[in-house]
């Protein structure tokens, strides 16, 4: 008996250690042609909106797939853009441009969670911000990582305070 429990764990550290996790700069790639080509009906969101409207409201329906989308990538641990060092100040750095738009739909999201009253969605994209954050700190260039400070500001004390208002109960934080 110990000798097949024994079996099961060393075949699952060896398959653990064999299978590369995915990575997050992949998967935002194929965010970025995803959109690219879509027709959504509804504008992209720039962040928070001002006061929550019934358009709002249908907005938010209408992006809740893609929405889902940044919220998996953001939870991708491994991040490498691949990028070419060698090319110098000339580097392409294209990925910024679609992680600031799962920036936008997230900070939208966390705005409308909070206006539909649910709290451990709003701090569930709140997390996904810091994560998105945390995928440019993986480059060793600089404005990798002011972009990195960026995104992490964006969640900004406003949605903080809106949410903590939203709260009940201590235990939720």
């Known amino acids: 008996m110990l000798h097949m429990v024994l079996a099961t764990i060393t075949q699952c550290a060896i398959l653990c250690s064999v299978t590369p996790s995915p990575n997050a700069a ?12 879509m027709e959504l009906g509804v504008n992209f969101p720039q962040g928070t909106q001002g006061p929550w409207t019934a358009a709002c409201q249908a907005q938010y329906e ?7 989308q940044v919220r998996e990538i953001s939870a991708m641990q491994h991040c490498d853009w691949e990028l070419d060092y060698s090319e110098g100040p000339m580097m392409l750095m294209p990925q910024f441009q679609t992680t600031r738009m799962g920036m936008y739909l997230t900070l939208f999201s966390i705005q409308g969670d909070i206006e539909n009253g649910n709290v451990e969605s709003a701090m569930d994209g709140l997390h996904s911000i810091v994560e998105i954050s945390g ?9 990798s990582s002011l ?3 960026s995104i992490f500001a964006s969640a900004g004390d406003e949605l903080a305070v809106d ?6 109960d201590p ?3």
């Open 163 to 168: 949410l903590v208002d939203q709260m009940q």
């Open 26 to 37: 992949d998967a935002w790639r194929d965010f970025s042609k995803q959109i690219e080509g």
């Open 171 to 173: 235990a939720q934080l």
């Open 62 to 68: 209408a992006l809740a797939p893609l929405i889902a």
């Open 135 to 143: 995928h440019h700190n993986s480059g060793d260039t600089i404005i």
């Open 147 to 149: 972009v990195s400070a």
